[in-house]
């Protein structure tokens, strides 16, 4: 299996790789109640959210609730199978919801380890940028991104900013 991690970008909507077509397959709600926020929007929508996205990613407009990012596609034999991103920056706000990292994988390609392959690739780029620790969480009930979480070195850890919340598994992985 050839994988490839490339950066979101504009043009990829219009490009034959079927990058729109995934963001429709993935669902504006899945049973986690995870938004994807490119389900429903025409094409022309989907590149106007990728391209302010991608300010975030250079470091323009960004606030405490959209520090520097980015966002990326995996592809597995040249088909688009997980989308996701790596906050490069760190704030309570994200501590609490997020983490550095978040991915979603297109449903007809589930349970296949792409997940897996994303998340360890985007810790390797973590590690370009000299972060020393990564940290992430996921719902307690999603088995699949738990496993996924703990097979790329992560351990739960007790997130001091969310001690009541026993829905959620805050995750953390010392990269060095």
Known sequence: MKYQLRELRTWMIDEDCGVYEMLQEIPAVDEFEQHNEYNGLSKQQVKEKIAARMRYAYGFN???DNPKCENFILF????????????????DFWKKHRGHIWYKTRPSERKKGYCSQFTKMICERAKEFGMKEVISQCD???????????????????NPLCLDWDDTNFYKNSLF
Request: proline share 3%; net charge negative; charged share 20%.
């Open 76 to 91: 597995a034999d040249n088909k688009p199978v997980v989308i996701g991103g790596f906050m490069l920056e760190m704030t």
């Open 140 to 158: 307690v009930n999603n088995i699949g991104s738990n496993k996924v979480l703990l097979n790329n070195g992560f351990e739960i850890y007790e």
């Open 62 to 64: 960004n606030s405490e």
